[in-house]
C-alpha cells in the first residue's frame, strides 16, 4: 500500500532519527486507518502521532480488558516477566508496577513474594508521586506499545531506579517489515509504539546498562554504577 501523501512522515519517537520510512497503511480491529512508519536507526515501529486514540477513546477500549489478579491463566501470562525478575531480586526490595491498569496482578504476584510494589497507570492509579522515589526494579508489562512517548517515559523511569536496580519490560517484538502486515499484535488500535530487538539494544546503549533478553517479550535492563 502507499503512502497517504497528505502525512508527512514523521522523525523516529524512540532515537529521534530522520530516518524513517513509511511501512505499510493497515486497519486495526476498530476498523481505523492506520500508517506505520519503521526507524532505519533503532528499527522502532510506529504509528502516525496524529492516528492515535483520544484519550476517552483509549480509556474505553481498556474498560472492556479483563485482567484480574486471581486469573491464574492471567497470573501464568505475567510469569513471563515474574519469573526471571523475581531471581534478581534481593528479599524485601522495593518496586514500581508501571502501568498497572485496572486489575494490578503482577505487583500482588511480587508483595506475595515479599517485595512491597507501588502502583502507576495513567487511567486507573494517576498517582505522580510515585516518580519521586527510587526503585530497587520497575515493571512494564504489556504497558510500553501503548506509549506516545517511549524515550520521554522510559527515561522517566530509568532515573527512577537506583544503581544496581533492574527494570523490566515485557511487550511483542515487532517482525521484520515482510511480516509486519500479517501481525495480528498491531490491530489492537491502542497499540501504538512497535520495539524490535535492536530498539532495545539502542535503550542499552543511551543507559550505558546491562541487558538480558527472556523469551521472546521479555527484557530486563541493569543500571550499572
Same mark, same amino acid.
Not at 15 to 24: K, N, Q
Not at 79 to 87: A, D, G, V
Given at each position: 500500500m502507499t503512502q497517504n501523501s497528505e502525512i508527512r512522515t514523521p522523525d523516529c519517537i524512540l532515537?529521534?532519527?530522520?530516518? #524513517?520510512?513509511?511501512?505499510?497503511r493497515e486497519e486495526?480491529? @476498530?476498523?481505523?486507518?492506520?500508517?506505520?512508519?519503521?526507524?532505519?536507526?533503532? @528499527?522502532l515501529v510506529f504509528v502516525h502521532p496524529e492516528q492515535r486514540l483520544s484519550p476517552e477513546e483509549e480509556f474505553s477500549r481498556y474498560e472492556?480488558?479483563?485482567?484480574? +489478579?486471581?486469573?491464574? &491463566?492471567?497470573?501464568?501470562?505475567?510469569?513471563?516477566?515474574?519469573? +526471571?525478575?523475581?531471581?534478581?531480586?534481593s528479599p524485601g526490595s522495593f518496586g514500581l508496577d508501571f502501568g498497572s491498569g485496572p486489575g494490578p496482578a503482577l505487583s500482588r504476584m511480587l508483595e506475595e513474594e515479599g517485595h512491597t510494589v507501588r502502583i502507576y497507570d495513567p487511567f486507573y492509579a494517576d498517582d505522580p508521586s510515585v516518580f519521586d522515589e527510587t526503585y530497587d526494579f520497575i515493571t512494564s508489562t504489556e504497558t510500553a506499545e501503548h506509549l506516545f512517548r517511549p524515550r520521554?517515559?522510559?527515561? @522517566?523511569?530509568?532515573?527512577?531506579?537506583?544503581? $544496581? $536496580?533492574?527494570?523490566g519490560i515485557m511487550t511483542s517484538l &515487532?517482525?521484520?517489515?515482510e511480516q509486519f502486515a500479517g501481525w495480528h499484535y498491531k490491530n489492537d488500535? #491502542?497499540?501504538? #509504539?512497535?520495539?524490535?530487538?535492536?530498539?532495545?539494544?539502542?535503550?542499552? @546503549?543511551?543507559?550505558? &546498562?546491562?541487558?538480558?533478553?527472556?523469551?521472546?517479550?521479555?527484557m530486563l535492563f541493569r543500571k550499572n554504577g
Open positions: 532515537c529521534e532519527s530522520g530516518e #524513517t520510512s513509511h511501512l505499510c486495526s480491529r @476498530r476498523m481505523r486507518m492506520r500508517d506505520f512508519y519503521r526507524c532505519g536507526n533503532c @528499527r472492556l480488558h479483563e485482567n484480574d +489478579p486471581d486469573d491464574p &491463566a492471567y497470573r501464568g501470562f505475567l510469569n513471563r516477566m515474574f519469573e +526471571p525478575l523475581s531471581k534478581k531480586l520521554w517515559e522510559l527515561d @522517566r523511569l530509568w532515573s527512577c531506579l537506583k544503581s $544496581g $536496580g533492574w527494570l &515487532a517482525p521484520d517489515d488500535d #491502542t497499540h501504538v #509504539t512497535f520495539y524490535a530487538r535492536e530498539s532495545f539494544e539502542w535503550l542499552k @546503549r543511551r543507559w550505558k &546498562a546491562g541487558l538480558e533478553f527472556s523469551g521472546e517479550s521479555v
